[in-house]
């Protein structure tokens, strides 16, 4: 049987992607009614960050635990991996004692190195290239709120990162138009956007990317591993915050989201961030437990 991992959107066929919103918003009404069962009994899962987390690892962990799974926190400084043990033989090793793994790194090859040596599903909990665990929690919460994104427009304000990545490849997924605003030198990689040309358009304008937009979204100016470009960066992206001012050139019922952790005063103001009719973080945060809670058992082929 071949192993199914998730290390970016287009891992999974854009029907199962649908099939994991479905299942992550019946697993949060499940949860809510108690009526949840234990499908994960039994199962483990190991977590492996290179990089902080807050809701990453919660949600990994606490949705192992009401699945009825425990899940395995392993950081490089407590494991060998840390030390310098090759990615290969950390896969194999780790892979055949646990029955998924969850990566946060730096590199997305090398998690893609980890995928090839392990003999269970890997899943990418972000690389420098790609976060789509995030994307997942974020259709969810704009299916909840707004019902099906397919045909509607999606802004992306700021950075070109990890997260706008996602975004592209969700464009395609979901079938959504993405129109990204960032300053010059930081937009996305060339080759991905040119290959979603169809629906993916660049500007260095916000106003232009924001107008009728049914969903706004942006996230941090400097992200993880790019903390010695904070000071410049805050110079280079001055005019991309994302505030009530721009949002209102957006449709009526636009949303905005933003992955966390958020910097007030940045990226986003601190008023549009606490605005809940247009703000939509604290349930994106939220979504993070349910969609990924679908993600495993898709992933391990078992039903709720
Ligand atoms: N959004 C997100 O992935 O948050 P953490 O870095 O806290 O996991
Ligand atoms: N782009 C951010 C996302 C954090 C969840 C980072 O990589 O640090």
């Known amino acids: 049987m071949t192993i199914q991992h998730f290390l970016t959107l287009n891992d999974l066929p854009a029907d199962e992607l649908r099939e ?162 960032c300053p010059s030198g930081f937009e996305p990689d060339a080759g991905l956007s040119q290959r979603h040309a169809d629906r993916v358009s660049i500007t260095q304008d916000p106003q232009q990317a924001v107008a009728g937009a049914d969903l706004v979204v942006t996230d941090t100016w400097a992200s993880m591993g790019q903390e010695e470009e904070k000071q410049q960066r805050i110079e280079q992206f001055k005019g991309f915050q994302v505030n009530h001012e721009l949002m209102s050139l957006a449709a009526s019922d636009a949303l905005f989201m933003h992955c966390l952790p958020a910097y007030r005063g940045m990226e986003v103001s601190a008023e549009l961030l606490e605005d809940e009719q247009i703000s939509v973080v604290w349930d994106e945060a939220e979504n993070r437990l349910h969609a990924q809670k679908a993600l495993l058992l898709h992933l391990l082929k078992l039903s709720a």
Request: net charge neutral.
């Open 20 to 181: 994991i919103i479905d299942s992550a918003i019946s697993l949060k009404n499940q949860l809510r009614n108690n009526t949840a069962g234990k499908p994960m009994s039994g199962k483990v899962l190991a977590m492996i960050f290179e990089k902080s987390s807050t809701r990453t690892r919660v949600s990994f962990e606490a949705g192992m635990a009401q699945l009825g799974g425990s899940a395995l926190f392993l950081s490089p400084n407590d494991t060998q991996l840390g030390r310098g043990e090759p990615v290969a033989d950390s896969a194999r090793v780790i892979s055949s004692m646990v029955d998924i793994v969850m990566v946060r790194t730096f590199a997305h090859s090398k998690i893609e190195t980890f995928a090839e040596y392990s003999k269970v599903p890997v899943i990418n909990a972000l690389t420098d290239d790609y976060h789509p665990c995030q994307l997942l929690a974020d259709m969810q919460t704009y299916v909840e709120k707004r019902g099906d994104i397919a045909g509607k427009t999606v802004a992306w304000v700021g950075d070109g990162n990890n997260m706008c990545h996602s975004y592209i490849n969700a464009a395609a997924q979901f079938d959504f138009e993405l129109r990204i605003a």
